[in-house]
């Protein structure tokens, strides 16, 4: 089915423990983005892509990875969890600017123990 | 930096009733000015957005009001029902490293039966 999956769902893990959220797109959007989620704080940028191996810093990247080898994925790393990354991670993609609409993923609910 | 402003931060409305969120922002350089809706356990989708060479624009239910000169805009949702009951955000573009979509801290609205 088209459209923008993540995975996993749900995450539980430990502080220090590396993590990868997934992202896939089956709309070939070149734009690509990572959002967390914290109530009072709406939705932060943490790293978004305007292409295949092009990646840049959003509003919030202190402790995270990404990389983007192929247009479709968008992986996001906590090299090492704290407490402070338990949220609710969702990732967009979109066709147009950096301004455009996005279409949002289902979203990970992490939890950092 | 806040640079996208939204109010209130939750509102309870009757079914029936016009509930109306409000969103300033400051940057004026570009021209797309959307809302989107959540529910709970979804990731946000695009609700209704309106581009300021107009004034209001109109969706089923659902209204835009744009006041360039004011920089703000409100999400107006006639005839309110409880299927409306979710998380609204509105977004503008901001400069963060670069310009991008700022979103609002959300709404949580709840239309009683």
């Known amino acids: 089915d088209a459209g923008i999956t993540q995975s996993p769902r749900y995450k539980i893990t430990e502080t220090g423990r590396q993590v990868t959220l997934m992202c896939h797109q089956t709309?070939?959007?070149?734009?690509m983005f990572w959002y967390r989620q914290d109530l009072g704080h709406g939705l932060r940028l943490i790293y978004y892509s305007a292409a295949a191996d092009i990646t840049d810093k959003g509003e919030v990247p202190d402790g995270y990875v990404v990389s983007r080898s192929k247009t479709e994925n968008f992986p996001l790393t906590l090299e090492s969890a704290t407490r402070s990354q338990t949220s609710v991670y969702f990732c967009?993609?979109?066709?147009?600017?950096?301004?455009?609409?996005?279409?949002f993923g289902p979203g990970t609910r992490l939890t950092v123990l | 930096q806040q640079q996208v402003k939204q109010s209130p931060q939750s509102l309870i409305v009757q079914k029936g009733g016009i509930p109306i969120i409000n969103c300033a922002y400051e940057?004026?350089?570009?021209?797309?000015f959307p809302w989107y809706q959540q529910f709970p356990g979804k990731g946000p989708a695009l609700l209704i957005a309106i581009r300021p060479d107009v004034s209001e624009k109109k969706e089923g239910r659902f209204t835009i009001s744009f006041n360039k000169s004011a920089k703000q805009f409100s999400l107006h949702i006639m005839d309110s029902q409880p299927g409306d009951s979710a998380t609204y955000f509105c977004?503008?573009?901001?400069?963060?490293?670069?310009?991008?979509?700022?979103f609002g801290a959300g709404t949580r609205l709840f239309v009683k039966a």
């Open positions: 977004a503008a573009p901001g400069h963060t490293g670069g310009f991008k979509t700022i």
């Open positions: 967009a993609s979109g066709a147009g600017s950096l301004t455009d609409t996005q279409y």
């Open positions: 709309w070939s959007h070149s734009y």
């Open positions: 940057n004026t350089a570009f021209d797309y």
